[in-house]
């Protein structure tokens, strides 16, 4: 029996599977904008593996108009709050977000580790990414500065379980 004997007789197509397994369901996260993960239009909530800072989604601070470094799984386990249009722009604790995003599971993960791939990428075009948003460039910690970008391969892998 071959590959293409077994796929011929699938009732469905596995490059369309893929498809929507890479694409997902098409909403964001309303912080980061990450994709959300699940596949098709059957799921009641929304996630992603990885969420990345919040500048990302062109969050920008009020007060002086910075991109936000801050990434929205640590920020749910935090003491911050976020304000949008969504909140009338009122502060509001990140740890009750679902008031306003109820559909939106995100992972808590205090230790920051399985983003240190996005925290490259922000760090190397933060610049490009403020210009992009028409903000100012985020006040970054140091240590993202000095991420390689092997650690954030490797992290990437380690958070896919990738050998």
Partial sequence: MTIGSVLSKLTLNPQDELFR???????????????????????????????????????????????????????VVS?????????????????????????????????????EYWKYIFAQFNEEFAEEYEAKPADLPDDWRHITREQALSSLKKTFNIN
């Fill in 79 to 115: 003491t911050t709050c976020f304000q949008n249009s969504d909140t009338d722009w009122k502060p509001h604790p990140y740890k009750d977000y679902r008031t306003y995003y109820p559909n939106w599971a995100i992972q808590p993960d205090p230790s920051m580790e399985s983003s």
């Fill in 21 to 75: 397994k890479v694409i997902g369901c098409g909403h964001q996260c309303p912080f980061c904008k990450v994709p959300c993960e699940a596949g098709g239009a059957d799921h009641k909530e929304h996630f992603a593996s990885i969420h990345r800072p919040r500048g990302f989604g062109s969050f920008r601070c009020v007060e002086n108009y910075t991109l936000v470094a801050e990434i929205c799984s640590t920020a």
